[in-house]
């Protein structure tokens, strides 16, 4: 909290509470707010629902990589809170090359195949949905070519013209 002074009346201005002030750092503050524990709970139904991971017992003499909660807080433009967020992530930097793993996997376009393979399991698993050909964008005309795509510029155009110089 901040107390702020009134220079003309020498009395406190009320205090001020910052914004990071409603995020919680650790997992117990988080578990001691209704909405917090709202937002742990559907991350964890979303995380056992896509089986992104299982609890099984710890490997003899492996070293477990340590997760840690990550919160924050989306505004609504007039100052209160629109929507809790909480993410569990992996603190996959703790690893050592060579300690515990011994090889890396990068998906790169150049490998066509392990692609193909990585699109049609996340089909499988993920339902995707297609939004169409695009059509606007911006308040912008799109037309799509099989090589380009190309924005139709003409309203907006004619906008900054009436804006400019009156009615066309």
């Known amino acids: 909290m901040i107390q702020l002074m009134n220079s003309q009346c020498e009395e ?27 937002t742990l709970k559907d991350e964890i139904t979303v995380i056992k629902k896509n089986e992104t991971w299982e609890l099984v017992d710890r490997p003899v003499r492996k070293k477990v990589i340590e997760v840690k909660w990550v919160f924050k807080t989306k505004m609504n433009p007039g100052g209160p809170v629109n929507r809790y967020k909480a993410r569990l992530v992996v603190k996959g930097f703790s690893q050592q090359y060579g300690v515990g793993f011994t090889k890396t ?31 606007c964008f911006l308040s912008q005309e799109v037309n799509q070519a099989r090589d380009a795509i190309f924005i139709n510029q003409k309203g907006f155009t004619i906008k900054i013209l009436r804006d400019m110089h009156g009615e066309l």
């Open 12 to 38: 406190p201005i009320p205090s001020l509470k910052f914004v990071n002030d409603l995020v919680p750092v650790t997992f117990e503050e988080a578990a001691q707010e209704a909405e917090w524990r709202t």
């Open 105 to 135: 996997f990068a998906l790169v376009a150049s490998s066509s195949e392990p692609v193909i393979v990585f699109k049609n399991q996340m089909q499988e698993k993920f339902e995707i949905l297609d939004l169409g050909e695009m059509t």
